[in-house]
């Protein structure tokens, strides 16, 4: 699992070092205040329709439903891989155009009190992003059909393309365009459509490349239309406890995009653009290494559930577990100590103020409360997937969501505008910690037991490793800001490569010393390629 996931999580780097690139351009391009607000705004949509629509069903019913075609249909599946991605690709085109449509519908739901420029600026950049929805569909669906069959690389690599294309837009619109494009007042459609449109041609790109991966797996893709042989009545009887779970995390999230729309319109700098740039990094350390390992042990979980081997599964969770938290531990620390010294060098640039990149910074640090719990989180609804049960999962996420729009909107009653967007991270945070609680209680439940004494110890030692190194990073940064004053590029610079690059190798030492297994077999593993 080590190798596959390490296979994953350099393609996942370098996408999400290449993600940095591309946020720092767009941050620089058109700043953090209502034109930056009303990009964010359309760029959400075709997302969140994806969850409800796809990407949810993928991860909980469509892998496990390819696993077991490929295991009893006589062809190993091919036949049921073409039909659903014949289905996919004929519906998301569908939801496309009429996404397209119901564009100001979209907008409106989405934000809060937008009116005038900034409502028809967020409508015409929406009009142009959500054709998208249509190619990150089939991409979706051949990334599955990819994982399936052991070929993880591309699904992880193909985003890079992905951002390459859309940094090369960015420039070009920062280098034509100049103050005039992040202006809401002076930019016209024209310049909107090479936004737009350009956000779109990196996902039509992705998806060009997971096709040639799969045809190059040995997969030819044949158009059938016999969709009485998807087995769709199953999997619509699986899938929609997980499209009801989306269903609610997506009313989460709309209360969050309108919750942080009435803070931004108050508090300039301080709406739906912070709290996606500072989510956007919290989700690094999840997607380089929690989602690899997830992904990885899916359908070995899957496998073993099948067979009846419950022990395998409680050996693949308590070793992603641990694999997991051996990075994402030191990690969460230092979210919480550098958030501003990480969010200045990638974000003060053009449009975008020192100011406002350390109120991202600030979002940043709140959320890294919440990574460990969050990644386990996910790992534990892999567990009921894995049994093909879709409908715990609906439940605790249910619950998790109530708990953080309950949260969210307390501590938006409570707190100025200035601080509200820092509230809403806090309130995930809070959230995925007591649903990790419950969903622990139930999947421990159904395998008997998922070595929790063992686990906590693991993660216990964990956190005595990297205490050394938060404690380092508090100094450099209390250090740095004495002698140079305020956070600026250079200083930023200073306390990450003293707090952040040192502070993690003295964690591997550490831990290392104290024998962490998961911390010595990654160690052992990078030692091993360096020494070839």
């Known amino acids: 699992m080590l190798r596959a996931s390490a296979v994953m999580a350099a393609g996942t780097m370098v996408s999400r070092v290449t993600g940095f690139i591309r946020t720092m351009a767009l941050a620089t391009a058109i700043g953090t205040a209502a034109m930056g607000d009303a990009y964010n705004a359309a760029y959400a949509i075709p997302y969140s329709i994806l969850d409800l629509l796809l990407l949810g069903v993928l991860s909980s019913v469509v892998v496990p439903m390819i696993v077991r075609a490929q295991k009893e249909d006589p062809d190993g599946g091919r036949a049921y891989e073409q039909r659903l991605l014949t289905l996919a690709t004929v519906a998301l085109a569908v939801v496309a155009l009429l996404a397209v449509l119901a564009a100001p519908v979209l907008i409106d739901l989405y934000t809060t009190g937008w009116t005038g420029r900034k409502f028809d600026v967020a409508v015409t950049l929406a009009r142009f ?15 599955a059909v990819l994982n399936t069959r052991d070929r993880f690389a591309a699904p992880m690599w193909a985003p890079v393309l992905n951002n390459v294309v859309v940094i090369g837009v960015l420039i070009i619109y920062l280098a034509v365009f100049g103050d005039a494009g992040r202006d809401l007042a002076r930019v016209t459609d024209g310049q909107l459509a090479l936004l737009g449109l350009g956000t779109t041609a990196g996902i039509v790109a992705q998806a060009a490349v997971l096709l040639l991966a799969l045809r190059r797996a040995g997969f030819t893709f044949t158009p059938r239309l016999d969709v009485r042989n998807a087995r769709l009545g199953e999997m619509g009887r699986a899938g929609i406890w997980t499209i ?101 060098p990638i974000y003060a640039h053009g449009a975008t103020s020192v100011q406002d990149a350390v109120y991202i910074g600030n979002v940043l640090q709140v959320y890294g409360l919440g990574l460990v719990p969050f990644a386990v989180f996910q790992l534990l609804l892999r567990v009921f997937y894995s049994f093909g049960d879709t409908r715990t999962p609906v439940y605790v996420g249910a619950a998790t969501t109530v708990l953080n729009a309950l949260f969210m909107w307390i501590l938006y009653q409570m707190l100025p505008y200035a601080y509200t967007v820092m509230g809403l991270a806090f309130a995930y945070a809070v959230a995925y910690s007591l649903g990790a609680v419950v969903a622990w209680w139930l999947a421990s439940r159904r395998v008997q037991g998922l070595g929790g004494w063992q686990i906590g110890m693991s993660m216990t030692r964990m956190y005595l490793a990297a205490l050394p190194t938060a404690v380092l990073a508090l100094v450099v940064v209390w250090l740095v800001q004495i002698a140079f004053g305020g956070l600026t590029f250079l200083t930023s610079v200073i306390i990450l490569m003293v707090g952040g690059g040192v502070g993690m190798l003295l964690y591997l030492a550490v831990a290392h010393r104290m024998r962490i297994p998961e911390v010595n077999s990654i160690v052992g593993m990078v030692a091993g390629r360096l020494g070839r």
């Open 129 to 143: 992003i959500l054709p998208q929805l249509a190619f990150f569909g089939i991409g979706a669906v051949a990334g």
């Open 244 to 344: 009801g779970y989306v269903v609610v995390t997506q009313l989460g999230f709309m209360l969050t995009t309108n919750l942080s729309s009435q803070a931004g319109d108050a508090v300039s700098g301080h709406g739906i653009t912070p709290y996606t740039y500072a989510f956007q990094l919290f989700q690094l350390p999840y997607g380089v290494i929690g989602v690899s390992v997830i992904t990885a042990a899916l359908p070995r979980m899957s496998r073993a559930v099948s067979e009846g081997r419950f022990g395998d599964v409680r050996a693949e969770f308590g070793s992603s577990v641990r694999l997991i938290g051996s990075i994402m531990v030191p990690v969460s620390l230092l979210l919480m100590v550098l958030g501003p010294a990480i969010t200045v």
